[in-house]
């Protein structure tokens, strides 16, 4: 069985530094990408479609990442795709840090740490895990973009996935994400 692939693939106009795209996102953080409508009242992050305007790679990377993460293998169909790659690796890191019992509060201090974290590694950096299938940005004020781009993804994406694991009103995370604490996406972790 394939892994899934992003449905952002065939997104015209994608802008690319290196073979990264910036997709637009739905998100209230500054950062370079293009802002993507609001949701409207009558949906929320969990019910939204993959075809609604307002679906973003955030929401894609957060539903597929449990599927996802039983693959070790990735073929890598295009520029999307690699959006999608750095998101579940980025939200296994996430997972890793909410422990059982923790409280919401806890969990935020924890996560938001990592994802204001400005001093991580992105493509074409020594310490970046997935040198091999990412290119590196072609100067400095694009590696900057990048960087922003990502910061912006990581404070996105750290915010919605506290509202899925914490999800049912309770103080106690979702024993059914912890669950994948321990895997790694591709034997990989950011």
């Known amino acids: 069985m394939p892994a899934y692939h992003s449905v952002f693939l ?4 994608q802008h690319l530094i290196g073979n990264f795209a910036l997709l637009p996102l739905r998100t209230r953080t500054r950062g370079p990408a293009m802002q993507l409508p609001p949701l409207p009242a009558d949906l929320t992050e969990l019910t939204i479609e993959a075809s609604h305007e307002s679906y973003d790679p955030l929401d894609e990377i957060i539903s597929l990442f449990r599927a996802n993460t039983f693959f070790r293998n990735f073929e890598i169909k295009g520029p999307a795709d690699r959006v999608l790659i750095y998101g579940i690796l980025f939200v296994s890191e996430l ?5 059982p019992g923790m409280s919401r509060r806890d969990a935020e201090k924890a996560v938001n ?10 493509p074409g950096d020594a310490g970046f895990p997935l040198n091999q299938a990412f290119e590196a940005p ?4 694009s590696a900057e973009t990048m960087r922003q781009y990502i910061m912006q993804m990581r404070q996105e994406l750290a915010a ?10 309770t103080n106690t995370p979702s024993k059914w994400w912890l669950s994948f604490t321990k895997r790694k996406f591709m034997g990989k972790a950011l």
């Open 113 to 122: 740490n990592i994802a204001l974290d400005t001093n991580f590694a992105i």
């Open 160 to 169: 919605r996935l506290l509202n899925r694991v914490y999800a049912d009103g």
């Open 138 to 141: 072609p100067d400095r004020q």
């Open 10 to 13: 065939d997104e015209p106009n």
């Open 95 to 99: 997972l890793s840090k909410i422990k």
